[in-house]
């Protein structure tokens, strides 16, 4: 049974991709610093072996009897990293390179590598540079997040032999249900915001581009890329969209599929400006060369969020454990506290 060391295995998206790999028979070893607790892997705890720890301070013995390496670990959107950006870089730049390279050392072949299509971010009022980018167009990431990956992405690269292929896989804004419930992405956002208030807000209008793509279709992507032959991924980036939409056009489209599921919800727009992304990304490239392509409908997703937020009880939706953000504050604060009063009890 071939292992897998999968960075970050409790997280949003590594919660889905565990659960993928072990309905294949994969045996799954799991690093994770558990911020958000075992909560991703509560019905599959028994069936992996998880070892809580920091991704920047590893041992040998993590590689032992592993054949590959899914990093999906490290801070995961712009305001975790921009609160922190000393952390960001350790966590998505630093440590990815180095697990990378205790990888190699250990004979492990494949490494699996998530990166981001917020790259390729040129930001609102940029109409003449608004194009469908792929994995040839120039970028130049200016914040802390999206810098770091692509930092990492290079060095990784470099890093490419006849006994080491480092894969990148640039990820769209991912949406859909995952026992690590994320509420800060922006279907996510929506679906959340109609069942609790009845009403979406799209900021600047909906203008915005963003590429997206499903969790599940994310976790098969990466199967994809740990399985294909070397001569496919050696040296390679792949984006991962399923479709490009307007911020706009999105609402409207999660507000009907809500519909068919009984949740009705106005749309609210906010005109006033502030920072927003924007930017179109082709994913032509991952079904061209490994017949990877996405196949979860944002209606299909939409649904499936209503049934499972349901179903799990995720509906305190104003817990911060489903924000990044509002989390890595609570923790911060709490851990100062800590330092002054010692144990809780």
Same mark, same amino acid.
């Given at each position: ?19 993928? /790999? ?20 509560? $019905? ?9 720890? $920091? ?6 013995? /993590? ?92 060095? /990784? ?5 006849? +006994? ?44 915005? &581009? ?13 199967? =994809? ?13 792949? +984006? ?10 999105? =609402? ?5 599929? /809500? ?51 349901? =179903? ?14 509002? &989390? ?18």
């Amino acid at each position: 049974m071939k292992k897998i060391l999968l960075v970050g295995g409790a997280g949003y998206v590594g919660a889905v991709l565990t659960r993928e /790999l072990l309905e294949r028979g994969y045996a799954v070893k799991i690093l994770d610093r558990l911020y958000y607790g075992e909560d991703g892997l509560r $019905d599959v705890r028994d069936r992996v072996e998880l070892i809580a720890g $920091d991704m920047r301070a590893v041992q040998d013995a /993590l590689f032992d009897d592993v054949e590959a390496v899914v990093n999906v670990g490290g801070l995961s959107n712009d305001p975790t990293a921009e609160f922190h950006p000393r952390a960001n870089h350790e966590m998505n730049t630093v440590a990815s390179v180095k697990l990378a390279e205790m990888a190699r050392q250990h004979g492990v072949r494949r490494y699996v590598f998530a990166s981001s299509c917020s790259i390729y971010d040129r930001g609102v009022g940029e109409d003449a540079r608004d194009v469908l980018q792929d994995e040839e167009s120039e970028v130049a990431p200016r914040a802390a997040y999206s810098s770091s990956k692509y930092e990492a992405e290079r060095l /990784l690269l470099d890093m490419s032999g006849d +006994n080491f292929v480092p894969v990148i896989l640039r990820k769209g804004t991912i949406y859909g249900f995952s026992p690590r419930m994320r509420y800060d992405l922006v279907v996510n956002t929506f679906v959340r915001d109609a069942l609790a208030k009845g009403a979406i807000t799209i900021h600047y209008g909906g203008e915005m &581009w963003r590429p997206l793509v499903d969790v599940r279709d994310a976790a098969r992507a990466y199967i =994809a890329c740990l399985e294909a032959d070397e001569a496919l991924v050696r040296d390679q980036i792949f +984006n991962l969209v399923y479709v490009n939409v307007r911020i706009s056009e999105l =609402a409207l489209r999660v507000r009907e599929a /809500l519909c068919e599921v009984g949740v009705k919800a106005e749309i609210q727009a906010d005109y006033a400006y502030k920072g927003v992304r924007s930017y179109r990304v082709s994913g032509a490239k991952l079904g061209r060369v490994l017949g990877f392509r996405p196949a979860v409908t944002i209606e299909e997703s939409v649904k499936n969020l209503v049934e499972n937020i349901r =179903a799990y009880g995720y509906t305190d939706f104003d817990n911060p454990k489903y924000y990044n953000i509002r &989390w890595m504050k609570l923790l911060t604060e709490a851990d100062q506290i800590i330092k002054v009063t010692g144990s809780v009890f």
